[in-house]
């Protein structure tokens, strides 16, 4: 087997490689100008490169974004799902990750179970990916950070405060935080705090890392108010915990307590009126969609990552 480089989570490529994607991501995105958006870049380094794309759970930016990526840099994609492939069926993990490695050149992988993209990482020797398991979210992040700077946010000492569940996409933040050098300020209800680790690992960078259940006070003065829906996919919904989380939605109120200049993100799909209000999802500091279009800009960066085109 030969070493691959994958990307599981942030830590993996490091806050000098994250910068590198940020910075290639914007010249990217500024060089394609008003091109359609099929046109391959014109450098195309991707060339004849395969992308697989294995999905076991359903996606919309994630499918779009990493198809659209690899067409803009001149490779294809194609498409897995549990449904329809031997995943699905009961084919082993490892015996999935060995075959596909002699028939593309990298694989995405979307999934529930961390345990499962490790595995698949393992025995792959091409890149692996991680689109999204219930522990990280690191693709959604390197957009979200490349949204930051687009609105002129300088990443160390930024002020970001999280509002709903600690979930997946939360840990990732604190994980960028440590690589990045910005400050969380999380606003959750009991029992429903980030994995301890991540927090841990935020705060021995230097990071101030701020759990409350008092939502104003996290808040006040923040520069970035992010959250996400409070039933994460796959989870059956509950009353219970849709009624604790109810001090914790993004409105009117709660975003006049941060600067004027700040910004609201969300990763999408929203259930507006429940975890954000529309007049937030809606209104002037609202950056989703520009959120959203940047997993595009943001997948390209990681892929040429992966496959030794940026960074160390």
């Not at 060089?31 to 991707?46: E, F, T, V």
Request: charged letters at 25%; proline letters at 4%.
């Amino acid at each position: 087997m030969t070493q691959a480089r994958h990307f599981l989570d942030l830590s993996d490529a490091g806050g000098n490689d994250i910068a590198a994607m940020l910075i290639d991501a914007i010249d990217r995105k500024a060089k394609r100008g008003g091109w359609p958006k099929g046109r391959s870049d014109a450098d195309a380094p991707l060339a004849g490169y395969v992308l697989a794309l294995v999905f076991e759970k359903s996606s919309t930016r994630t499918r779009v974004s990493f198809d659209m990526a690899m067409r803009q840099l001149g490779g294809s994609a194609l498409i897995l799902d549990a449904g329809t492939s031997q995943l699905g069926r009961g084919e082993s993990v490892a015996d999935t990750a060995r075959v596909l490695s002699r028939m593309v050149d990298a694989i995405m992988v979307r999934t529930d179970d961390h345990a499962k993209i490790e595995e698949m990482a393992r025995h792959a020797t091409v890149p692996v990916i991680n689109g999204l398991t219930d522990r990280s979210h690191p693709c959604q992040i390197v957009a979200d950070l490349l949204t930051l700077v687009e609105n002129k946010k300088p990443l160390p000492g930024l002020e970001i405060a999280w509002f709903g569940d600690g979930n997946n996409v939360l840990h990732s933040i604190l994980e960028a935080a440590a690589l990045m050098r910005f400050n969380v300020r999380v606003a959750t209800p009991e029992g429903f705090t980030p994995e301890q680790e991540f927090v841990e690992l935020a705060r021995e960078a230097g990071c101030t890392i701020t759990l409350t259940q008092d939502a104003g006070a996290a808040a006040s003065g923040v520069d970035v108010i992010i959250t996400d829906t409070w039933v994460s996919m796959g989870q059956s919904d509950s009353e219970e915990k849709l009624a604790l989380m109810q001090p914790y939605r993004v409105d009117d109120a709660l975003i006049a307590m941060a600067k004027d200049d700040a910004i609201f993100l969300h990763c999408l799909p929203a259930h507006v009126g429940d975890e954000v209000s529309a007049q937030v999802f809606e209104g002037p500091q609202s950056v989703v969609f520009d959120e959203a279009e940047n997993r595009i800009h943001a997948q390209k960066s990681i892929l040429l990552w992966c496959f030794g085109l940026l960074g160390r």
